[in-house]
Every structure is written in structure tokens, then in C-alpha cells.
């Protein structure tokens, strides 16, 4: 990749404890597309172009769904913070997506039409306003764009137009087809070679007359047996678009034929954006690479298997508040984890990010109203000590090194226990990590604070750890019972103990 523009960024000193003067850091990030870490190098000066890949709306999105909005909302969010003005685009497939993810079937929104009894455009615009509102309650920004793939088909059809012409494509009776065999680079995200054979290819339905097992459809018919509750005329009959060509036409529409990063799931890094690469750069015929920089998430697991709508009942956002749980528990949940680092979904693990997240807003609500947020020059502008700096580079080196967010919350969580920064910059200091990790620190109502307060503590819960405290000091397991007593601390739970038994009560905010 090229070298990053002087201009791209505003360029400022940082003092460290040391006195050692040093350049701010510029986003390094690990892209797919080689598999190594790399500088950022923006094709405009100044501005981001970001595509991620949008929900299939025929179902509530599932707390596994949710991981690449928050990711992709974070780095937006540490772009914007260093002065970068970001366009993102997330669009909404609301046709064109088969069950298996394949080239036949039913659509996923047509079975859950017809499972309803309910039109097409009535599933889509429930499940669409469902993924909006689980966005809003995790507090992800609102997109510059969220484009619907039914408004895009036209342009679809002219871009397989193109593609047909230059000889990328055969038809069968089942659709238009894209011939994989004419990029002799295929698979390259994938890390796979050219004619090998793939698991994650294998695993697609066998197509009659299918050149390769790779090729992938770019229009799918309707044919006699399949009727669709929506489709379109087009040169190959009536159908639907192929999934795959959705993204790139949508993406194109929005952010130009090249734009600066593609993300999503890291379920898509093998087949669906192998195919977006494959037909973008043929249409555009131009030697480069489309999007220069892929940047995916990891799956949230579930029982160490991945959360899918396909193995029945999975949990969705709206259980966990149903529950009395905050919504920015899971962001901080999710937060504490690498985005490319597997993230096993438990009951412990959300205790223990309720629980985290409860001492870091018992220490911002130390601090008092924080000031508004402000990007990287601003607060680098109004620091005055070398601490307060020291603190600000670790922060920005951590979200600038492949946004490293767990280290950004431990970093902050050590600047609020500082006693050595002067007045008010423990604050812009909260402030700007905020604004950087999305989470709601200063700005919570005082409902939301009690709930955020108390989700960690489900009596059940508690209760069944006093007792079993109390069986470990009646067999003189002294070591068990405080291990017990510090797990209940940890949690936000104070125990007394009085010659009637022991009761508990929730700490204080700010203990």
C-alpha cells in the first residue's frame, strides 16, 4: 500500500512522561486481503469511504448479527476522532439472499412471508426497523447511507449487462452465472489458489450445468417449479439478483468504484466478498484492486458453536433488556474483546462486563458532568500535564493499533485512578474515550444508571453464592469462601454478615 498523505490527518506532538516528544500515531489495520497489518492509506485526502455489509431482514437480528455494526461503528468512530470525515454505507438485503446462501432456493425473507402468512415489504420493514433499533440501543452512529437492495435492481441488471458483455458470464436455465475460471486471481482474500479444491466452496449446492463448483450466480431465474413472491423482468428472464451482485452495485452507487474499506463478519471473508471482488473487478477492467483494505470480525459463540438463526432459538438484544440488562452492557461486552478474537456469549461473561462496566461509571460519575466530546486536537489542545498526555497517547496508540479496544478500557480505567492530573482533565480525558468506544459513561439517565447498576446482581444468582459460601466456612474452607466473597465484590455485592446470617446489598455507584 502507498504511503499516507501528510494531509490526511492532522498531524500533532505528543509529550510523554519520559519528555520524549513524539509524532501522534496514524491507524494501522489488519487487512485481510494479504493477511498482515497496514497503514491506512486513504485514496482522499481527509475522507473514508466504508462499506459493511448490511442485514438480511427476515428475522431479528441475533446478538452474533450485532458484532460487525458495533466494530464498524468503532472504527468510524476512532476516524472521526483524528479528523477524518467518514462515509459509511450498511445496507439492508431485503431480496436476493437464498436459504443456505446459495445460488437455488427459497429467498430467506419469502420463507419467513410465507411462515407469516404476511407480504414480502411488511416482513422487510419489520426486521428492518428491528436492526435499526437494537443500532440505536448499542448507540452505533447513524449511517450516511443504508441503501435497500430492492431500490437497486435496475443498476444490477446493467452492471450483469457489462459483465455478459466482456464474457464473464454463462446462462442456464437456473440464472446468469459468473465464470470464476476468467480471474486467474480468484479466492485471493480467501487465501485460496486458483483450481484447488475448498471446503467453503464444496459446501454450496451442487448446480446442474455449472462450469465450476466456485462459479456463482449473478441473476437467479425463476424457473416453473419456484415461484417467487417477488422477482423482476431482466434480459434472463424473471428473478432475482444474486446476492453477491447486490453489495458491489451498492456500494459502487454510494461510494464511487474504488472506495478505502470493505468490512463484515468473518463468515463472508471466504465466499460472499471472494464473489464481490471477483465481478467488481471485472466490470471495472482496470487492473487495481477494488477496495484496497478488507477488515473482518470474529463470531460470538455460543456454547463454542457460532450463533446462527439456523440452529433455532438464538438470543437477540431485546432478551438481554427484557432481562433488566443495559444495552451498553453487551457494547462493553463485545468491547473487551478484540474484534478479530472469537467471543464465547455466557452468562459469566455478561456478569462480568455488567460488573465492569458498573465500576467505570461509579468513576466517571466521580468526575462530574463530563465535557462535550471533542476530537484528538481539541483534547490534546486542553491537557496540561504530563500524565494527562501520556494517558491520551497509550489511549489513541491502543484504538490506533487495529483498534485495540480492551486496552483502550484498561487504559482509561488506569487514567481515572490517577491522583496526579490536575483539574477537569480526568474528565476530557473520559470524555474522549466516550466518544471513542461509543459507550454511554457521562450522559445515562438516572433510570438507565440504576439499571446498569443492578443488572449485574440477579438475586438468584447471588443467593446461590452465599450459600454456597456459607457450606465452604462450615467445612472450614476458608480459602473458597473468600474466593466466593471477592467473586460477589467483583460484581458489585456487599456482604454482611450477622449472628442471624448473611445478607447482602448492591454497592454504592461510586465504590
Given at each position: 500500500?502507498?504511503?499516507?498523505g501528510?494531509?490526511?490527518m492532522?498531524?500533532?506532538?505528543?509529550?510523554?512522561r519520559?519528555?520524549?516528544?513524539?509524532?501522534?500515531?496514524?491507524?494501522?489495520?489488519?487487512?485481510?486481503?494479504g493477511?498482515?497489518?497496514?497503514q491506512?492509506?486513504?485514496?482522499?485526502?481527509?475522507?473514508?469511504?466504508?462499506?459493511?455489509c448490511?442485514?438480511?431482514?427476515?428475522?431479528?437480528?441475533?446478538?452474533?448479527?450485532?458484532?460487525?455494526?458495533?466494530?464498524?461503528d468503532t472504527?468510524?468512530?476512532?476516524?472521526?476522532f483524528?479528523?477524518?470525515?467518514?462515509t459509511?454505507?450498511v445496507?439492508?438485503?431485503?431480496?436476493?439472499?437464498?436459504?443456505?446462501d446459495?445460488?437455488?432456493?427459497?429467498?430467506?425473507v419469502e420463507v419467513?412471508?410465507?411462515?407469516?402468512n404476511?407480504s414480502?415489504?411488511d416482513?422487510?420493514?419489520?426486521?428492518?426497523?428491528?436492526f435499526?433499533?437494537?443500532?440505536?440501543n448499542?448507540?452505533?452512529?447513524?449511517h450516511?447511507?443504508?441503501p435497500?437492495?430492492s431500490?437497486?435492481?435496475?443498476?444490477?441488471?446493467?452492471?450483469?449487462?457489462v459483465l455478459?458483455?466482456?464474457g464473464?458470464?454463462y446462462?442456464?436455465d437456473?440464472?446468469?452465472?459468473?465464470?470464476?475460471?476468467?480471474?486467474?486471481d480468484y479466492?485471493?482474500?480467501?487465501?485460496?489458489?486458483?483450481g484447488?479444491?475448498?471446503?467453503?466452496?464444496?459446501?454450496?449446492?451442487?448446480?446442474?450445468?455449472?462450469r465450476?463448483?466456485?462459479d456463482f450466480?449473478?441473476?437467479?431465474?425463476e424457473?416453473?417449479?419456484?415461484k417467487?413472491?417477488?422477482?423482476?423482468?431482466?434480459?434472463?428472464g424473471?428473478?432475482?439478483?444474486?446476492?453477491?451482485?447486490?453489495?458491489?452495485?451498492?456500494?459502487?452507487?454510494?461510494?464511487g468504484?474504488?472506495?478505502d474499506i470493505?468490512?463484515?463478519g468473518?463468515d463472508h471473508?471466504e465466499?460472499?466478498?471472494?464473489?464481490?471482488i471477483?465481478?467488481?473487478e471485472?466490470?471495472?477492467?482496470d487492473?487495481?484492486?477494488?477496495?484496497?483494505?478488507?477488515?473482518?470480525n470474529e463470531?460470538?459463540?455460543?456454547g463454542?458453536?457460532?450463533?446462527?438463526k439456523?440452529?433455532?432459538?438464538?438470543?437477540?438484544?431485546?432478551?438481554?433488556?427484557?432481562?433488566?440488562?443495559h444495552?451498553?452492557?453487551?457494547r462493553?461486552?463485545?468491547l473487551?474483546?478484540?474484534?478479530?478474537s472469537?467471543l464465547d456469549f455466557?452468562?459469566?461473561?455478561?456478569?462480568?462486563?455488567?460488573?465492569?462496566?458498573r465500576r467505570?461509571?461509579?468513576?466517571?460519575?466521580?468526575?462530574g458532568?463530563l465535557?462535550?466530546?471533542?476530537?484528538?486536537?481539541v483534547?490534546?489542545g486542553?491537557?496540561r500535564?504530563a500524565?494527562?498526555?501520556?494517558?491520551l497517547?497509550?489511549?489513541?496508540?491502543?484504538?490506533?493499533?487495529?483498534?485495540?479496544?480492551?486496552?483502550v478500557?484498561?487504559e482509561?480505567?488506569?487514567?481515572?485512578?490517577?491522583?496526579?492530573?490536575e483539574?477537569g482533565?480526568a474528565a476530557?480525558?473520559a470524555?474522549a474515550?466516550?466518544?471513542?468506544?461509543?459507550?454511554?459513561?457521562?450522559?445515562?439517565?438516572?433510570?438507565?444508571v440504576?439499571?446498569?447498576?443492578?443488572?449485574?446482581?440477579?438475586p438468584?444468582?447471588?443467593?446461590?453464592?452465599?450459600?454456597?459460601?456459607?457450606?465452604?466456612?462450615?467445612?472450614?474452607d476458608?480459602?473458597?469462601?473468600?474466593?466466593?466473597?471477592?467473586?460477589?465484590?467483583e460484581?458489585?455485592?456487599?456482604?454482611?454478615?450477622?449472628?442471624?446470617?448473611?445478607?447482602?446489598?448492591?454497592?454504592?455507584?461510586?465504590?
Open positions: 500500500m502507498g504511503a499516507v501528510a494531509s490526511w492532522p498531524a500533532w506532538r505528543m509529550i510523554l519520559s519528555g520524549e516528544v513524539v509524532e501522534g500515531t496514524r491507524p494501522r489495520l489488519f487487512n485481510s486481503l493477511r498482515e497489518m497496514q491506512l492509506a486513504p485514496a482522499s485526502s481527509g475522507h473514508v469511504g466504508i462499506y459493511s448490511g442485514m438480511t431482514v427476515y428475522g431479528d437480528p441475533h446478538l452474533g448479527n450485532l458484532r460487525p455494526y458495533v466494530f464498524a472504527l468510524r468512530r476512532m476516524l472521526e483524528k479528523g477524518v470525515t467518514v459509511s454505507v445496507n439492508i438485503t431485503d431480496v436476493g439472499h437464498a436459504v443456505g446459495g445460488d437455488l432456493g427459497e429467498d430467506k419467513t412471508a410465507r411462515a407469516q404476511q414480502v415489504w416482513v422487510t420493514k419489520k426486521y428492518t426497523e428491528a435499526f433499533t437494537d443500532l440505536s448499542l448507540n452505533v452512529l447513524p450516511s447511507h443504508n435497500r437492495a431500490e437497486y435492481v435496475p443498476q444490477m441488471i446493467e452492471f450483469a449487462q455478459e458483455r466482456k464473464y458470464t446462462q442456464l437456473s440464472g446468469l452465472y459468473f465464470d470464476t475460471s476468467r480471474m486467474p479466492g485471493r482474500l480467501a487465501l485460496r489458489r486458483p484447488s479444491a475448498d471446503t467453503d466452496v464444496h459446501r454450496l449446492e451442487a448446480v446442474a450445468g455449472k465450476s463448483p466456485a450466480a449473478v441473476w437467479r431465474a424457473r416453473g417449479e419456484q417467487r413472491l417477488v422477482h423482476w423482468e431482466s434480459p434472463w424473471p428473478g432475482v439478483p444474486g446476492w453477491h451482485l447486490e453489495c458491489s452495485v451498492m456500494s459502487m452507487s454510494l461510494l468504484d474504488h472506495f470493505h468490512t463484515g468473518v471473508r465466499i460472499h466478498h471472494v464473489n464481490e471477483a465481478q467488481s471485472a466490470y471495472l477492467g487492473g487495481r484492486d477494488w477496495v484496497p483494505m478488507w477488515l473482518h463470531f460470538v459463540l455460543l463454542s458453536n457460532k450463533i446462527a439456523s440452529s433455532g432459538r438464538v438470543p437477540i438484544l431485546r432478551d438481554l433488556m427484557n432481562a433488566g440488562h444495552p451498553m452492557v453487551y462493553y461486552f463485545l473487551n474483546a478484540h474484534y478479530r472469537q455466557t452468562e459469566a461473561g455478561l456478569r462480568s462486563a455488567a460488573a465492569g462496566y467505570l461509571l461509579g468513576r466517571v460519575a466521580q468526575l458532568p465535557p462535550e466530546a471533542a476530537g484528538l486536537d483534547v490534546r486542553r491537557l500535564s500524565e494527562a498526555l501520556a494517558a497517547a497509550a489511549i489513541d496508540d491502543a484504538i490506533t493499533e487495529d483498534l485495540n479496544t480492551p486496552k478500557i484498561a482509561l480505567n488506569a487514567v481515572l485512578r490517577l491522583d496526579s492530573l483539574d482533565e476530557l480525558l470524555s474515550a466516550e466518544r471513542l468506544l461509543g459507550l454511554k459513561l457521562g450522559v445515562l439517565s438516572a433510570d438507565e440504576s439499571t446498569a447498576t443492578n443488572i449485574a446482581m440477579p438468584d444468582y447471588i443467593e446461590g453464592l452465599i450459600a454456597a459460601r456459607a457450606t465452604a466456612r462450615a467445612g472450614g476458608w480459602g473458597e469462601a473468600d474466593r466466593i466473597r471477592n467473586q460477589l465484590t460484581i458489585g455485592v456487599r456482604l454482611v454478615d450477622t449472628p442471624q446470617g448473611t445478607r447482602w446489598e448492591p454497592m454504592p455507584i461510586d465504590d
